[in-house]
């Protein structure tokens, strides 16, 4: 999560100016969007200035979904952050009820070994047949005070034990939501970063292949102003679908934003990770869109995908520039097709003769 330490000269500076720049966007001012054109305009992060300036280049509104994605992929998780804390934060109090309660009943042990030593004592000094019976009571007493003390600390073991059951179920769904995404369902922004770095390691050690592909629908700007953010919402899911239908359980298959997304495929080459794309792409535009409500079918959607390989030791935002630039080649050159690297090579190396 970005931090704002900014002088008050400068922090007001910056506030007028996302403010002007949200109304001449026509975005809302409420406090999500004000911290993300705030950073935008700070200059605070590179991936959020790159992601505006994209949007404002295409020309694309900034309506409720994309600004929503926006704080979502570079603010959004500092909530799940504190929902994960807080949930920790029970656990380690349910784990220290239990610690307390075992010292509960160690104390108790302690007192009732301690009559017990007592009792032992006084019968081997031979106690008057008076005194035995003061004796006897003593420790029946000390026992029922015992078996109550097990039977309430098994009580409180249990419940503890439900409580903590329950709690972790908690974090579990927690993280779970805190690497997904929420309308697509596969993994998102977060989880796509952590899995690209881990591949990319584990790619290094071994001296394995790994390939990145980026993926884009075609037009979405113009499906979603056409049909409405609902039928917008369904394409991203059915495009999401497809691509994990696609692929293999090892690979990681992400919504990198709006209407973008990423599949990190470890153990892959450049020519089966443009297989495996292309397997994506085909299958995608092979399925008609249909309004259910109506009936009224509403054409097909095309994908731009770029795919490239990882080259050991480069930095990944190297490797995720060089798989974009492949996608913003196929789009260039006509859209609904695959390109790589090697395509990018290829056009960078063609000039005039002289």
């Not at 922090?11 to 975005?27: E, N, P, Q, T």
């Not at 409720?64 to 570079?74: N, Q, T």
């Not at 420790?139 to 015992?146: S, Y």
């Amino acid at each position: 999560m970005i931090k704002f330490s900014d002088p008050i000269d400068v922090a007001s500076h910056c506030a007028r100016a996302a403010l002007g720049m949200m109304d001449r966007h026509g975005v809302p001012a409420h406090p999500n969007n004000f911290v993300v054109w705030y950073a935008y305009v700070a200059d605070r992060d590179p991936e959020l200035t790159k992601a505006i300036n994209g949007i404002l280049r295409s020309g694309q509104k900034f309506n409720d979904m994309v600004s929503a994605d926006l704080f979502e992929r570079f603010f959004g998780t500092s909530q799940q952050e504190a929902e994960l804390r807080a949930v920790g934060q029970r656990i380690e109090d349910a784990v220290g009820r239990v610690i307390e309660y075992l010292s509960t009943a160690n104390q108790g042990a302690e007192t009732y070994g301690a009559a017990l030593e007592s009792f032992s004592g006084e019968l081997a000094r031979g106690p008057a047949v008076a005194n035995l019976g003061t004796l006897v009571k003593t420790v029946l007493d000390e026992t029922r005070v015992m078996v109550e003390v097990n039977r309430q600390l098994e009580e409180r073991l249990e419940n503890s034990s439900g409580e903590i059951a329950r709690l972790r179920e908690d974090l579990d769904q927690l993280k779970r939501e805190a690497t997904t995404d929420a309308l697509t369902g596969i993994a998102n922004r977060k989880l796509f970063d952590v899995s690209l770095r881990e591949a990319a390691l584990e790619a290094q050690e071994d001296r394995k292949f790994l390939s990145l592909m980026m993926v884009d629908i075609d037009f979405f700007k113009q499906f979603n102003d056409t049909h409405g953010h609902m039928v917008g919402d369904q394409v991203l899911k059915l495009v999401a679908r497809t691509i994990q239908d696609c692929v293999r359980g090892k690979d990681t298959a992400a919504r990198y934003g709006g209407e973008e997304f990423a599949v990190v495929l470890p153990e892959t080459g450049l020519k089966d990770a443009i297989q495996v794309a292309d397997t994506i792409r085909r299958t995608v535009a092979s399925r008609k869109i249909m309004n259910r409500r109506s009936g009224q079918l509403l054409g097909q959607v095309t994908l731009s995908i770029g795919v490239a390989e990882y080259d050991f030791g480069e930095p990944l935002g190297g490797f995720v520039h060089r798989a974009d630039e492949a996608l913003y080649l196929a789009k260039r050159q006509g859209r609904n097709r695959v390109l790589s690297q090697d395509d990018v090579n290829a056009a960078g190396s063609v000039g005039f003769q002289e």
